[in-house]
């Protein structure tokens, strides 16, 4: 079928695709996502009075809600206990900045205590092939190296800090050792670092209890693209080109076809 | 038959080229080319640019909690968690293996490419292998474009199977084995100036679920020796809305 259903894209700025404008006000709300890392307690979690999470699970992540920017009183009382229960943990008047991507850790502090850590999330775009590697110790427990593939990665790792980095994304054996030694804390357990992602792993828990444990939390849509797609090399479906096989397969065709009329001529001639 | 038919087609497109006219025949409608990138792109709402927490839960109904220290703040919803230990099940995906373009007497496998050293796109080196941009989704993933090119020649070997791509019609079958084969139909067929191509629109992660099959063509620079601009096909899964 002849056709001409090749389109020729007239300027194809990239202005033209943008996106469709974010409303005005989501630039004020924070994204939230609240991480139990406390063992053997579960919770129900108030923001302002307000019941944020209920009969929520250590070792379990929510969802991302957005929040607006401000401070906020903390409160985790056990499961059921109600909004005037005592609580296990109790943080007033803490900061979430507007745009900014905040995880809340519940967990307990290097002494044992349960606390409220908020960790703000690196969101920024990554090259394209890359994935981030962020490692958080909100765990019970002295410093640690955090090794990958049994090479020490970060070292020195105290609670409630974090370390990251950007590296090729692939699958890494990553394991958790008392900092300097090669007591292994924690691991090794296989940590896949997905392309154009995020991924937060956080060793909590308790030494003293020996149930120290890996969570993970994936934050996606980092990438970039790649520059480009170099399809061809080699000329031979070029327009010209193939404009031009065409033109000389019409003049090889039309001199095979005069040199036939000829040859009939000449015979038409001697027969005569 | 195929080589007379590109030849046709490529008599055509040089016509139109030297007359100096933009020849625009629309597939689907009166739509541009940029607007077919960004329409299948933008057909599905997103709550934030680009920022997606993965769990293995559907989101729940988002609380309202206010900021101010208000007597009675309103709550419309609870939060939902879930398992995040890091061997929570994650669904698997299937990498697509083979792509079959029936109208084209095309069947290529495919193999997962990363990017060469230039960051783009890396590509076997035969135009008979067809190579898939293993960072993106998969075939069957729910969102996104998979994207699958391959050469359209080589100096060794010629024009190879994507040669065609361009004179492939809306509605056109493709199939892409990923395990399971899943069958797609073509939508637009665009022919885009590298210089001002779209690079996120062809390897975007959101939105509708789709294919996007990229080679070469237009004009051959022989001193650079590339071609100037790429061919994306856009097609989507058989059952779904047209775009």
Known sequence: ?272 | MPRILKARVAVAAAAATLAGVVTFTAMGGTRDPASALAAAEAALPTTSPTVVVSTTNTVSPTPSVSASRSPNPRTTGVLRASDASLTAARPASRPPTRIRIPSLGAVLGIDPMGLDRDGAMALPESPSRAGWYRFGPTPGEGAGATVVAAHIDSRAEGAGPFAGLRTLDKGDLIEVVAGRTIRYRVTDVLRIDKGELDLDSVFSRTGPERLHVVSCGGPFNRVTRHYEDNIVVIAVPVGAGSP
């Open chain 1, 1 to 272: 079928m002849i056709t001409t259903r090749l389109i020729l894209a007239g300027a194809l700025a990239a202005s033209a695709l943008g996106f469709a404008a974010a409303p005005a006000h989501a630039a004020d709300d924070a994204t939230v996502s609240v991480l139990h890392g406390v063992p053997g307690a579960t919770v129900d979690v108030y923001a302002n009075g307000s019941a944020l999470l209920t009969d929520f699970k250590p070792g379990t992540l929510t969802d991302p809600v957005k929040l607006p920017a401000g401070e906020y009183d903390l409160k985790v009382t056990a499961a059921g206990a109600g909004a005037d229960g005592d609580a296990v943990i109790e943080a007033n008047d803490v900061n979430v900045p507007g745009g900014a991507n905040i995880t809340v850790v519940a967990h307990l502090d290097a002494a044992g205590k349960p606390t409220l850590t908020p960790f703000v999330n690196d969101v920024s775009t990554m090259d394209a092939g890359m994935g981030r590697l962020t490692v958080r110790h909100v765990a019970a427990a002295p410093e640690v190296d955090v090794r990958a593939n049994g090479k020490v990665a970060f070292a020195s790792l105290a609670n409630p800090k974090e370390v990251k980095a950007d590296l090729a994304a692939g699958t890494i054996s990553a394991d958790v050792v008392l900092a300097g030694t090669d007591t292994v804390a924690i691991g090794p357990a296989d940590v896949t670092l997905k392309e154009g992602t995020n991924t937060i792993v956080y060793a909590w828990g308790s030494a003293a209890d020996a149930n120290l444990a890996l969570a993970v939390q994936t934050i996606s849509g980092l990438h970039s693209s790649p520059t480009g797609v170099p399809a061809g090399s080699g000329g031979q479906a070029d327009d010209a080109a193939l404009a031009a096989q065409m033109g000389a397969a019409l003049l090889t065709a039309m001199a095979a076809g005069a040199g036939v009329l000829a040859v009939t001529r000449r015979k038409a001639t001697e027969r005569a």
